[in-house]
């Protein structure tokens, strides 16, 4: 019994999580990227709020700010 292949779980299946795992990291990280970009545009606890949200809300964070939060941060053409 050597053989490394769970036959409970086929491969496909491992395929899958593995490409949604990488697809949700990337998407944190552009998340993370245009959070720290709009940063200034926030006071710091809009900031805060928005990075735990990010992180700790693995698919639904990241949709949010990118959906919502970039819209909702005020423009200032004075900076």
Same mark, same amino acid.
């Given at each position: 019994m050597s053989?490394?292949?769970?036959?409970?779980?086929?491969?496909?299946?491992?395929?899958?999580?593995?490409?949604v795992t990488v697809l949700v990291i990337a998407l944190t990280i552009a998340a993370l990227v245009m959070l720290a970009r709009s940063? $200034? &545009?926030?006071?710091?606890?809009q900031a805060l709020i928005?990075?735990?949200?990010?992180?700790?809300?693995?698919?639904?964070?990241?949709?949010?700010?990118?959906?919502?939060? $970039? &819209?909702a941060v005020p423009v200032n053409p004075t900076t």
């Open positions: 053989d490394e292949h769970n036959p409970l779980i086929p491969v496909g299946y491992d395929i899958v999580w593995s490409i940063a $200034r &545009r926030l006071t710091a606890t928005w990075t735990l949200v990010v992180l700790l809300v693995p698919f639904l964070g990241p949709v949010a700010w990118l959906t919502i939060g $970039r &819209r």
